[in-house]
T-cell receptor, first 110, second 114 residues
Framework: GESVGLHLPTLSVQEGDNSIINCAYS??????FIWYKQESGKGPQFIID?????DKRQGQRVTVLLNKTVKHLSLQIAATQPGDSAVYFC?????????FGAGTRLTVKP | ETGVTQSPTHLIKTRGQQVTLRCSSQSGHNTVSWYQQALGQGPQFIFQYYREEENGRGNFPPRFSGLQFPNYSSELNVNALELDDSALYLCASSLAGALRDTQYFGPGTRLTVL
């Protein structure tokens, strides 16, 4: 079946560097994507979303890019901080559900 | 914090038992979705409730059932527990029909089946 997937299971970056987390999706009809951050022992926390009529959306220190041609989206975190260490999920919103990838664990080194 | 609460926080059951998990949605939200998250994996959609009726279901057997109450809170019931049901159970609330019907998650209930 169609799914949402992430390119890398782990990512380690130096504090202050920028982080890029990638995600691929297979359903070309998908029109709404969300990035979540999940810290240990907590539920997923909404970071930023994007609809298919946009290529880019920016939040506070985060940017999501959507490339519909290759069905790829990415989450960019500027000036990564220790508090950004977590597992990041991209999710594809369906009619009544959301499909999540397996997640990328981001580790920020001091 | 999202305003979505779940209880209990942790639960230990034995195989064959039944369990009920509870969720209170964020104020103003009318839709509740439940997810199962196994260790090291992303959440898997179980079902969604809107206006007290099931409004979508993932690939889970009938022994997973739910309820939504008039105040939009919800329960997840699992019968005949199996070892593989051990997971973090998440509920998420949203406002159906909103321009951005983003789902906001609670902290989850950690279920261990022995």
């Amino acid at each position: 079946g169609e799914s949402v997937g992430l390119h890398l299971p782990t990512l380690s970056v130096q504090e202050g560097d920028n982080s890029i987390i990638n995600c691929a999706y297979s359903n070309s009809a998908s029109d709404y994507f969300i990035w979540y951050k999940q810290e240990s022992g907590k539920g997923p926390q909404f970071i930023i979303d994007i609809r298919s009529n946009m290529d880019k959306r920016q939040g506070q220190r985060v940017t999501v890019l959507l490339n519909k041609t290759v069905k790829h989206l990415s989450l960019q975190i500027a000036a990564t901080q220790p508090g950004d260490s977590a597992v990041y999920f991209c999710a594809e919103k369906g009619n009544n559900d959301m499909r999540f990838g397996a997640g990328t664990r981001l580790t920020v080194k001091p | 914090e999202t305003g979505v609460t779940q209880s209990p926080t942790h639960l230990i059951k034995t195989r064959g038992q039944q369990v009920t998990l509870r969720c209170s949605s964020q104020s103003g939200h009318n839709t509740v979705s439940w997810y199962q998250q196994a260790l090291g994996q992303g959440p898997q959609f179980i079902f969604q409730y809107y206006r007290e009726e099931e409004n979508g279901r993932g690939n889970f057997p009938p022994r997973f059932s739910g309820l939504q109450f008039p105040n939009y809170s919800s329960e997840l019931n699992v019968n005949a527990l199996e070892l593989d049901d051990s997971a973090l159970y998440l509920c998420a609330s949203s406002l159906a029909g909103a321009l951005r019907d983003t789902q906001y998650f609670g902290p989850g209930t950690r279920l261990t089946v022995l």
